[in-house]
């Protein structure tokens, strides 16, 4: 018997993997948001074109800022969260804003 011992019900070392593994999920479901925006945007010409190059940069954003926490270094707390909820709120509006323009 080791002469550490850990209290009852603690988590010994699993909870930064599981930190990561859903950090990573996070990115793909954002990937996934912004392909599928992009083909939603596609048939809108220029207007289509733009949204595609916003999506594309909030995936990039959402990727840049995650990186660290998937990868497991450290990194500036709070950083990917922030900017992770900032990118929803665009798709929203950009979701939104594609809604709008498919009933013209």
């Known amino acids: 018997m080791s002469g550490k011992s850990t209290p009852p019900g603690r988590d010994v ?9 859903a950090w990573r999920r996070t990115a793909l479901a954002v990937g996934v948001v912004a ?4 083909r939603l945007a596609l048939p809108y010409g220029t207007v289509g074109a733009v949204v595609v ?3 594309g940069l ?19 707390p709070g950083r990917a969260l922030p900017v992770t909820a900032l990118v929803t ?16």
């Open 13 to 21: 070392g699993l909870a930064g993997e599981r930190t990561r593994l």
């Open 35 to 38: 392909v599928l925006t992009a």
């Open 53 to 55: 190059v916003l999506a």
């Open 58 to 76: 909030g995936w990039a954003g959402v990727l840049v800022a995650t990186f660290p926490k998937v990868a497991g270094r450290r990194s500036h």
């Open 89 to 104: 709120a665009g798709f929203a509006v950009l979701g939104l804003l594609l809604v709008l323009a498919s009933m013209r």
